[in-house]
């Protein structure tokens, strides 16, 4: 994995925050942490992050309300809910905020990291896609100015 690719774990265990962490610094990835909905957000304010993993349940903020911020603050983050406490409430809230993904804990290790794999496999295609359509819009656009030189008459004074 690019070691440029950078997560951040939000979790009030300590225990949750350095088992992932050391799980997804030894699968290459960068990674932060931080215990609570503020230290998240001043995090996210000094980096970006390809990926949070967000818990649902958290001392200051509930994950839900914290993944509505990020989505407002830096729309291409993908956002993983992981929770403890699952209920259809707090996953219909997740996919209303605009979730990447759902996880419960305890996780099987292999499906969290075949997903944050797949969300930063979808990232990086919306990255190509976008960088594809600004490059045809220039395109065109030259082609355009190119035509109304062609067809505009030169002005003499």
């Known amino acids: ?62 994950g ?24 259809i409430q707090n996953a219909i809230e997740a996919v209303n905020n605009k979730a990447d993904g759902y996880m419960l804990k305890p996780f099987d290790i292999s499906k969290i990291l075949e997903m944050i794999k797949e969300q930063l496999n979808k990232q990086q295609q919306e990255k190509e896609y976008d960088q594809k359509k600004v490059a045809e819009f220039i395109e065109a656009r030259v082609r355009e100015l190119d035509t109304e030189q062609i067809t505009q008459p030169l002005h003499t004074n």
């Open 64 to 87: 839900v309300v914290l993944l509505a911020k990020f989505r407002e603050t830096i729309p291409r983050m993908r956002k993983i809910i992981i929770t403890g406490f699952p209920s």
């Open 1 to 62: 994995m690019d070691e440029h690719t950078r997560i951040l774990v939000v979790d009030d265990d300590e225990s949750i925050r350095k088992i992932l962490s050391t799980i997804l610094e030894d699968e290459g990835y960068s990674v932060d942490t931080a215990k609570d909905g503020k230290e998240a957000l001043e995090r996210s304010n000094m980096e970006f992050y390809n990926l949070a993993l967000i818990d649902v349940r958290l001392p200051d903020i509930e």
